[in-house]
């Protein structure tokens, strides 16, 4: 009878986890410029966009500029890929990104085309998006980006972006 190997403790598994997540999103310049922060339960992430005055585009409404909400999904979108496409290599114990310097992580998918939908004005808060999977190939990804504020059943933007994957770690 071979022995198995005892499973590594939870907080073991959520450190690692969170160790990885957090070399992805500061190996971004622009995430952090931004501010935007990533919270994860499991496999899923959400985007925050934590209200700045330096983030509204029309101060008489005053609403979000279009462009921070733009690049806001698309972050979003790029992040949800990778931790998509590194997840089974980092719950295998295969991967490990922290300390690891940002030219030596894992490559970003790039980004062919990205549609937002404003549906609504984007109010002096702070906002949160997440964003879902549609299509994951080896090439090729279709990712659809929902981002709200106050109320998830009520999205002031939306998005739809096709990317590019990186080529196999292997």
Do not use: C
Not at 38 to 64: M, Q, S
Not at 70 to 95: C, H, K, P, Q
């Amino acid at each position: 009878m071979s022995a198995r190997k005892p499973p590594e403790p939870v907080q073991v598994i959520k450190q690692r986890r969170d160790a990885a997540l957090r070399a992805l999103v500061d190996a971004v310049p622009y995430i952090r410029f931004l501010g935007v922060v990533f919270e994860r339960r499991g496999d899923e992430l959400t985007a925050i966009l934590p209200y700045r005055d330096v983030l509204i585009g029309n101060p008489l409404l005053p609403a979000l500029h279009g462009g921070a909400t733009a690049a806001f999904l698309e972050i979003t979108a790029v992040m949800t890929l990778n931790w998509s496409y590194l997840w089974e290599d980092l719950e295998a114990g295969r991967l490990d990104l922290e300390g690891t310097a940002p030219q030596d992580l894992p490559r970003l998918p790039k980004t062919i085309d990205f549609t937002v939908d404003y549906l609504r004005t984007g109010l002096p808060r702070d906002a949160y998006a997440r964003a879902r999977i549609t299509r994951a190939g080896r090439r090729y990804a279709s990712v659809q980006v929902e981002g709200w504020q106050d109320n998830r059943d009520r999205p002031y933007a939306q998005a739809t972006g096709h990317f590019v994957m990186p080529a196999s770690r292997e």
